[in-house]
């Protein structure tokens, strides 16, 4: 089944301790992204890459670290949470750099304590 | 600044009636925009597509229009059901990037 993974679903942890949500697709897409959704300010990006060892930030990626080193993997990386990251966060995929569609990956509920 | 702004409030109609919401975006030039649907507690999924050059867009009982002179995009459902509710989100991507911008997306309620 073609589809965008994120792990783990939920988690909760502590300010400062350093914690990766894994993001994975199977659909062999150049594009991928991260968001953030919040209420009352809608999803955000975060970071996105159109291609191996391509990222570019977007318009929030102020705490935030990823790496493409594979095609179909797109970790996010925080170094060291604040509670001020609490969020949904949503990893997507597009077949091509210049696709209009994105496919979005179930979510992430991370609570920063 | 540059904005990308929905209707915040939710929006409840009849079964059966057509639902209409509304994206507005100010300070962009996008080749695009797109509507998506969102469900609690999910990742959005993409409905449609409309281009600068286009003014309508269907797909079954879903319609969209792009009028890039008010700079604005307009989402139809028609017949509408109750299994339409969800928050609807429109986004672009500004010309000359690759990211995306969204809007904070309309709650539609379509009541039996």
């Known amino acids: 089944e073609a589809q965008v993974t994120q792990n783990p679903r939920y988690l909760i942890t502590v300010t400062g301790k350093k914690l990766t949500v894994t993001c994975s697709q199977n659909?062999?897409?150049?594009?991928m992204s991260w968001y953030r959704q919040d209420p009352g300010l809608g999803l955000r990006q975060i970071y996105y890459s159109m291609n191996v060892e391509v990222t570019d930030k977007g318009d929030v990626p102020e705490g935030y670290k990823v790496s493409r080193k594979e095609k179909r993997n797109f970790p996010l990386i925080l170094e060291s949470p604040s509670p001020n990251q609490t969020s949904l966060y949503f990893c997507?995929?597009?077949?091509?750099?210049?696709?209009?569609?994105?496919?979005f990956g179930p979510g992430t509920r991370l609570l920063v304590l | 600044s540059q904005k990308i702004e929905q209707n915040s409030e939710a929006l409840n109609i009849q079964e059966g009636k057509t639902a209409t919401l509304t994206c507005n975006y100010t300070?962009?030039?996008?080749?695009?925009l797109q509507w998506y649907r969102q469900d609690p507690g999910r990742g959005p999924v993409f409905l449609l597509l409309?281009?600068?050059?286009?003014k309508e867009k269907r797909k079954e009982r879903l319609k969209v229009t792009f009028d890039t002179t008010l700079k604005q995009s307009l989402f139809h459902i028609t017949a509408s059901q109750p299994a339409d509710s969800a928050t609807y989100l429109c986004?672009?991507?500004?010309?000359?990037?690759?990211?995306?911008?969204f809007g904070t997306g309309t709650r539609l309620k379509v009541l039996a």
């Open positions: 300070n962009y030039s996008p080749a695009y």
């Open positions: 986004a672009l991507s500004p010309s000359g990037t690759y990211k995306y911008i």
């Open positions: 659909m062999n897409h150049e594009y």
């Open positions: 409309i281009r600068e050059n286009e």
């Open positions: 997507a995929s597009s077949p091509r750099t210049s696709s209009e569609t994105q496919y």
